[in-house]
């Protein structure tokens, strides 16, 4: 099976009450680790690029890694997505490079303009067979390309304006603001997402599928294994994992997860560095590294819901 949309992963998610995990790749092993996880459990599968990502490792280099994956898992339906599109050149760009869909994320940009953009896109996009993710409301924290806003309360996606933005973008998904934040410093105090917000856009819009990108729990696990063993990353804090159980129940249908495999892949790294200083093979260390996102992707299905959901999605 070649790569797929993801209109039939969401209808099935948004019927039967769960997510699809989409997990973003910067390199073979990141990639490797995950679909070693999708394809024990038998879950359909979102892998995204962001701007950053081709940057790093060029736009050939990753579609040949995905285009292997795919190759080898006839039975996983597999769709490849650009994560945070800034403009509609770099989304025009991915559609004419064979992604399967384009996240185009003009948030920052006043309500009509972020229509406006999107529109575009979506018209380029849907005349190729692509499929369109846009965003409404602000998420915090910083990645390499991607800046968010300070205080994510003040930002959270209105409903009226939600459906608004869908009827008039004709946009195939929408990532709603919803209290979450990039990265692994998500929250001061105790975490809270605007379950309401979710809630009221999927009563108003029944069927259509959400989007909560941030979504990272900052494993305890990793975060201390870091610390340990010479990191510095006090007061990392995520998204609670039954909060991510609980939105995927919900009308959000697809869950964006980078910072988790950031986390697992740098902790094996520094343990392995730590308790073998002699070791210079980075066969030696990347192996253990990938293997712990394996298992840490292969939980993470079991709290999205979507392990052997991959045939239904086909
Ligand atoms: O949304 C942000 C993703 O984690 C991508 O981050 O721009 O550092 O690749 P990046
Ligand atoms: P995390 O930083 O929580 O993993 O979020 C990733 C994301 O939203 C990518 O678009
Ligand atoms: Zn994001």
Known sequence: MALVSTKKMFEMASKNGYAVGAFNVNNMEITQGIIAAIAEEKAPLI????????????????????????????????????????????????????????????????????????????????????????????????????????????????????????????????????GTSHGAYKFKSEPKLAFDVIAEIGDRLPGYPLVMHGSSSVLREFVDLINKYGGDMPNAMGVPEKSVS???????????????????????????????????????????????????VKHKLQVLGCAGKASECM
Request: net charge negative.
């Open 47 to 178: 892998l995204q690029v962001s701007r950053g990502a081709r940057a790093y490792a060029s736009n050939s280099y990753l579609k040949a890694i995905i285009n292997v994956a795919v190759e080898e898992n006839p039975d996983i339906p597999i769709a490849i997505n650009l994560d945070h599109g800034d403009t509609f050149e770099t989304c025009k760009q991915f559609v004419d490079d064979g992604f399967t869909s384009v996240m185009i994320d003009a948030s920052k940009q006043p309500f009509d303009e972020n229509i406006e953009v999107t529109k575009q896109v979506v018209e380029y996009a849907h005349a190729r067979g692509v499929v369109v993710e846009a965003e409404l409301g602000q998420l915090g924290g910083i990645e390499e390309d991607v800046v968010g806003v300070e205080d994510v309360s003040k930002h959270i996606a209105d409903p009226d304006q939600a459906v608004e933005f869908v009827e008039r973008s004709g946009c195939d998904s929408l990532a709603v603001a919803c």
């Open 246 to 296: 609980r939105a995927a129940k919900m009308a959000i249908c697809k869950v964006n997860i980078d910072t988790d495999l950031r986390l697992a892949l740098t902790a094996k790294i520094r343990q392995v560095f730590a308790e073998k200083p002699g070791e210079f093979d980075p066969r030696k260390y990347l192996g253990p590294g990938r293997e712990a996102i394996k298992e840490m």
